[in-house]
Each structure stands twice: as C-alpha cells, then as structure tokens.
Antibody, heavy 123, light 108 residues
Framework: QVQLQQSGPGLVKPSQTLSLTCAIS??????????WNWIRQSPSRGLEWLGR?????????DYAVSVRGRITINPDTSMNHFSLQLNSVTPEDTAVYFC?????????????WGQGTRVTVSS | DIQMTQSPSSLSASVGDRVTITCRAS??????LSWYQQKPGKAPKLLIY???SLQSGVPSRFSGSGSGTDFTLIISSVQPEDFATYYC??????????FGPGTKVDIK
C-alpha cells in the first residue's frame, strides 16, 4: 500500500523559502513508471499543479509557469522522498500544499496524495 | 491554457438521489479527464480516470462519461459519505493539468 507522508513548517516569513518533504512508503522515488508531484490549494487559485520530478534513466523536473524560477523539486534516493522548495514567498503563496503520485497507467491522474500541509506566509 | 468549468457550483441532494455533475474543457482534451472527491480537511481522492474508468476500490455508484470537451460524473444513488466537493481535472496538457473549480454536494 503506497503512502505519502508530508513534513515541513506551517509558517514562513515573506521573502523566505518554503520547504516541504514528501516521504514515500510502498513505492520508490526512482520508479520509472510514475511521477512525483506537488500541488497546492487556496481559495483564490483553487487546485494548482506546481511541478514534478521523475526518473527515466535520468532525473527530470517540470514546473508550472506560474512558479517557474522560484521552485525546485528534488528527489532523495537515500531517504526515498522528494522535496519542494519555493523561494521568495509572498502572502499569495499561502495555501495547503499536497504531494501526489501519478502512475503512467492511469492517464496522468493523481492516485495517491499526501495528507496536506497548511502553509501560511506571514511575518 | 486549457480552462475547466464545472456546473453546478453547488447542489443539495437527499440520500438515494441521482446526482449529475458536468465538467467542460475550453478545448478538446480527448478522454484525459479525471474526477476527484474531497472532504473538508482531507486530500482529494481519485474516483475516475480516463473519463470513464473507475479507480480501484471506488463504489460502482460512481460513473463517468464524455469525451472531447464535455464530461459528466454521475452518482447513481448518493450515500451519506458522498457529501463532499467534486473536482474534474484535465491531463491532456500534461504536465500542467488544470482542475475545475469544484462542485459542492451537500445534504438537502
């Protein structure tokens, strides 16, 4: 049974870096048949895909246009997890952040989700 | 960008009612459409993928249909545990798939 467990702070100051981790159990971050994603949800923006990382003989990352230049998603094979870093945050980055898995066999649907982390950007 | 709309934005239903939710894409997305259920304080849960394929473990009272730009989620006989918000999501423009704004189903 695949599970994703998120960790990270719930409060970040403006202009600082938001950092979250998603620990994977029951699957491997290095699997070549899935992608590992970050999504956020806020009342103003709804559900918004932020980016992903995946392994296909080498590592790849893709990012949403809305956050490109501020975001990094990295895998950690030794810990079997992946992380999100979002730089230069503003109050508009206040949201609930989710990690999620996409298996190739499900037409790019998100089948497993982390529990969510509510992040507030405030001084 | 592909925009997703849903209707209605909310509805009230009684246990046992048939519930229909519609999702429309701003351009053709073939059958790259998923449906999710979200309860307060929880992550979304995948119900349907590929427009009409039922995710493992999801009750058969949920069904999806459609292709191109117009899609439908039907709950054939709504149960107390089905009161939640439902989202559609297109994965045609992977990786930047977009979600609909949601339809809240509550108890009449």
């Amino acid at each position: 049974q695949v599970q994703l467990q998120q960790s990270g702070p719930g409060l970040v100051k403006p202009s600082q870096t938001l950092s979250l981790t998603c620990a994977i159990s029951g699957d491997s971050v290095s699997s070549n048949s899935v992608t590992w994603n970050w999504i956020r949800q806020s009342p103003s923006r709804g559900l918004e895909w932020l980016g992903r990382t995946y392994y296909r003989s080498k590592w790849y990352s893709d990012y949403a246009v809305s956050v490109r230049g501020r975001i990094t998603i990295n895998p950690d094979t030794s810990m079997n997890h992946f992380s999100l870093q979002l730089n230069s945050v503003t109050p508009e980055d206040t949201a609930v952040y989710f990690c999620a898995r996409v298996p190739e066999v499900l037409d790019d649907a998100f089948d497993i989700w982390g529990q969510g982390t509510r992040v507030t950007v405030s001084s | 960008d592909i925009q997703m709309t849903q209707s209605p934005s909310s509805l009230s239903a009684s246990v046992g009612d048939r519930v229909t939710i519609t999702c429309r894409a701003s351009q053709s997305i073939s059958n790259y459409l998923s449906w999710y259920q979200q309860k307060p304080g929880k992550a979304p849960k995948l119900l349907i993928y590929g427009a009409s394929s039922l995710q493992s473990g999801v009750p058969s009272r949920f069904s999806g249909s459609g292709s191109g730009t117009d899609f439908t989620l039907i709950i054939s006989s709504v149960q107390p545990e089905d009161f939640a918000t439902y989202y559609c999501q297109q994965s045609y423009s992977t990786p930047e798939g977009t979600f609909g704004p949601g339809t809240k189903v509550d108890i009449k």
